[in-house]
């Protein structure tokens, strides 16, 4: 059989490409085999809750979702070792769930934990520094800080332009959150064309029916009412 490390990174990817319930099923197996494990790795058990909890979230389920996130917190104790690219997983997952209850004190403070350690161990543009700014720039965004929110989420756009393919679930997220930040700026036809950019990715990663493909048909149906 596949050993665990292996598995893990492939729910990753399926996570990262909104592949839900693969990554839930293999996240679950990885997990069993963890915990039948009398060698325990502190960063596989992290990252199996990382993926069940966003699963969760994605699920609608926030309350299974913090279960699994401090699950994950919970791990640190006693790991003075723990690699702190760990860590900043973990925070940015409770900001992620702070943000779906509109708990965004919370939220901030934990996206703010997360972007300081990435800020020290990653280069300008890495995928996940890009998504701390995405992160950050949706909270300023949801605050009705759109200057503030602009300089985030524009910086979150040209780390994923300049260091992804043009089809990549990231950037299509990317170009969601611009449409929304235009709209919410009243610039409707720069808003239309960043829905537009985000639906053409989508489609080209995902069925008909998928959530986050159906999230962009219902952002350009805004247009037409």
Known sequence: PPNTDSVLVQADQALREAN?????????NALAHLQANSQQDPSQFILVYH????????????DSALVWFQKGLTVTNGQPDLDE????????????YHMNMRAFEAAQNRYQQALEIRKKNYDWGHPELA????????YYLAMGQDQVADKWLTSALRMRRQELPAIHPDLASSYYNMADLRFYQNDFKASFEYAEKAKDVRAQLYPNGHPSLGRSWLQIARYHQ
């Open 131 to 138: 998504n701390s700014h995405s992160n950050i720039g949706n």
């Open 85 to 96: 690219l760990d860590m900043a997983k973990i925070y940015n997952d409770l900001g992620n």
């Open 20 to 28: 839900f319930a693969l990554a839930e099923q293999l996240a679950t």
């Open 51 to 62: 993926i069940l909890g966003n699963v969760a979230l994605e699920q609608s389920a926030p």
